[in-house]
């Protein structure tokens, strides 16, 4: 009962915010992509027995389709692991060894792949490096959404400048996006925290903007109706500079759902 409860207000192919999530963002070594999705369908298997132990609530593997500012390291997958609290999250692998993992993955890929196969898979290194950040929900629109593979979900990174910005996220930003999903123009649009992160991550990241899109439609953000909800053009123009200097945008990508833990 609690999980069908939690399926009714969750996302539950993407971001499920019932708390609290961590988000790993792969950059592969050359010409090893191959040999990284090898070794993300033993880790789902692993996730899917988290999740059916209620250890875990989901985890969704992105693509990265593309990022804003690319520099010499592209990163090129992104993980998305997900739980009921911050609690939970901290708990989910007290007492795991490396035997009971791989007791978990032989059982589960039993008839697919054997023993030697399932070894040489994890003993593989695809990955040059990985940022991890853990994020909590500040706000999305409603309702929550599921988001089916094959769909996009576009990220924005953002870096506080000041108390304020989440204020405006929550009281500027929001409304319009709302409106937005009201009409069908999005899908929905959610808000997020960054409460714990790795040592490679970016440490200027404060928080994540998300945009699930629908297609063949562009959201409208300066129109004469989101003006209006503020006031008209003057208010709303005031209210745009205060909430650009809140925050600075430190890049964008585009990431398509390929796979979920079941």
């Known amino acids: ?6 399926l009714a207000i969750l996302l539950t192919s993407t971001f499920s915010f019932a708390q609290v999530a961590t988000i790993d963002i792969f950059f592969l070594k ?28 989901g985890w969704s593997l992105f693509k990265i389709e593309s990022v804003s500012n690319p520099g010499p390291d592209v990163p090129q997958y992104m993980t998305l692991n997900r739980y009921e609290s911050v609690e939970a999250q901290k708990k989910a692998y007290v007492g795991m060894t490396p035997d009971k993992f791989n007791k978990i993955v032989r059982k589960r890929l039993r008839g697919k792949l054997n023993s030697k196969q399932i070894r040489k898979i994890l003993e593989t290194d695809p990955k040059k490096m990985h940022h991890s950040y853990t994020i909590e929900l500040t706000d999305q629109t409603m309702p929550s959404v599921e988001m089916n593979v ?8 953002m870096v506080q400048k000041n108390p304020d910005y989440e204020k405006y996220e929550s009281n ?52 004469k109706k989101s003006q209006a909800m503020f006031g008209g053009e003057f208010t709303f123009k005031k209210l745009a500079n205060l ?20």
């Open 172 to 223: 500027w930003a929001k409304p319009i996006f709302q409106d937005n999903v009201n009409q069908k123009m999005l899908k929905w649009w959610g808000f997020t925290k960054v409460i714990d992160k790795n040592e490679q991550a970016l440490s200027e990241i404060t928080h994540f903007t998300w945009k699930i899109p629908v297609e063949g439609k562009k959201p409208q953000w300066n129109s």
């Open 30 to 57: 050359d010409g090893m992509e191959k040999e990284y999705l090898e070794l993300e369908e033993v880790w789902s298997e692993f996730h899917s027995q988290m999740i059916e132990d209620g250890k875990m609530y």
């Open 243 to 262: 909430v650009g200097n809140s925050r600075d945008m430190l890049g964008s990508a585009k990431l398509k759902l390929i796979k979920v833990a079941k």
């Open 150 to 157: 094959g769909e996009v979900i576009n990220v924005d990174a």
């Open 1 to 6: 009962m609690k999980k069908l409860l939690l």
